[in-house]
């Protein structure tokens, strides 16, 4: 018996509260999500902290890159993204969102950003928060970049790792068993059929595809018993799964 898809909650529950922020972890908890998903940078002097894009313009009511901004710069700024229900919420850092999710139970994707930004030391130092928290059994670390992922394999045998992509390969478990990795995250668009799925799963892979909102796409990927989604709205997945 093969076990559920699971749903892993995308940027928090970005669907209904600010992505990568704490009231979107939050409510991923309250809502059952499985796991949760988001994105890590590095500001200008180092410290970790918990933003999608590069810049800042997108997200919060400051401009440029989030590289060119100390810490205490991107703490003074609104990451609610003109949503007036969440004015005044707080680039989150790092340390905050594993202490937030450690006493639970669900799994960690930490996706290093550091496709655009190298950010050098970014895999150090994301591994000295994942032990300082105790997460190495409940984290998956993945990036876009081939060569953060073989270095995080380098570093750390022993934690979770998954490759990401964007443009179509047939098989992807080959690049991901070659960069030290346990799975793949594909746009759900490169997911083609059941017995793709299969074949990931006989070379060791797990495979956890984004960003699954729609129903119609949401029923398939369980059908096709996927590892995980990664959903903005974990409340519709997880009904949509319980009915099926
Ligand atoms: O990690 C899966 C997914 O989050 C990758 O795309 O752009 O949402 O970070 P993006
Ligand atoms: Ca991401």
Same mark, same amino acid.
């Given at each position: 018996m093969t076990s559920p898809t699971q749903v892993w909650a995308h940027r928090g529950a970005s669907g209904y509260a600010p992505e990568n922020t704490l009231p979107a972890f939050e409510l991923a908890l309250d809502q059952g999500a499985e796991g949760v998903e988001f994105d890590v940078q590095l500001s200008r002097d180092g410290a970790l902290v918990v933003i999608? =894009? &590069?810049? %800042? =313009?997108r997200t919060t009511d400051g401009t440029g890159r $989030?590289? *060119?901004? @100390?810490l205490a710069e991107l703490r003074a %700024? =609104? @990451?609610? *993204? *003109?949503d007036a229900d969440y004015a005044g919420v707080r680039i989150p850092t790092l340390d905050e969102v594993l202490a937030l999710l450690a006493p639970q139970r669900l799994r960690i994707n930490i996706e290093l950003?550091?496709? $655009? &930004? +190298?950010? +050098? *030391?970014l895999e150090e130092k994301v591994l000295a928060s994942v032990a300082e928290h105790g997460l190495a059994d409940r984290v998956v670390l993945s990036s876009f970049a081939d060569a953060s992922v073989r270095r995080l394999r380098e570093l750390a045998p022993e934690i979770e790792l998954a490759m990401l992509y964007t443009r179509p390969e047939a098989r992807p478990w080959r690049r991901a068993t070659l960069l030290g990795a346990q799975g793949f995250h594909p +746009? @759900?668009? %490169? $997911? +083609?059929a059941r017995l793709w799925v299969r074949l990931a799963h006989a070379a060791g892979m797990a495979v956890r595809p984004w960003i699954v909102n729609n129903p119609a796409q949401l029923a398939t990927m369980f059908r096709w018993q996927v590892d995980a989604v990664f959903t903005d709205t974990p409340d519709v997945a997880l009904a949509l799964r319980s009915a099926s």
């Amino acid at each position: 018996m093969t076990s559920p898809t699971q749903v892993w909650a995308h940027r928090g529950a970005s669907g209904y509260a600010p992505e990568n922020t704490l009231p979107a972890f939050e409510l991923a908890l309250d809502q059952g999500a499985e796991g949760v998903e988001f994105d890590v940078q590095l500001s200008r002097d180092g410290a970790l902290v918990v933003i999608h =894009d &590069e810049t %800042l =313009d997108r997200t919060t009511d400051g401009t440029g890159r $989030v590289v *060119g901004h @100390a810490l205490a710069e991107l703490r003074a %700024l =609104d @990451a609610s *993204g *003109g949503d007036a229900d969440y004015a005044g919420v707080r680039i989150p850092t790092l340390d905050e969102v594993l202490a937030l999710l450690a006493p639970q139970r669900l799994r960690i994707n930490i996706e290093l950003k550091n496709s $655009v &930004e +190298p950010y +050098p *030391g970014l895999e150090e130092k994301v591994l000295a928060s994942v032990a300082e928290h105790g997460l190495a059994d409940r984290v998956v670390l993945s990036s876009f970049a081939d060569a953060s992922v073989r270095r995080l394999r380098e570093l750390a045998p022993e934690i979770e790792l998954a490759m990401l992509y964007t443009r179509p390969e047939a098989r992807p478990w080959r690049r991901a068993t070659l960069l030290g990795a346990q799975g793949f995250h594909p +746009p @759900a668009r %490169l $997911v +083609p059929a059941r017995l793709w799925v299969r074949l990931a799963h006989a070379a060791g892979m797990a495979v956890r595809p984004w960003i699954v909102n729609n129903p119609a796409q949401l029923a398939t990927m369980f059908r096709w018993q996927v590892d995980a989604v990664f959903t903005d709205t974990p409340d519709v997945a997880l009904a949509l799964r319980s009915a099926s």
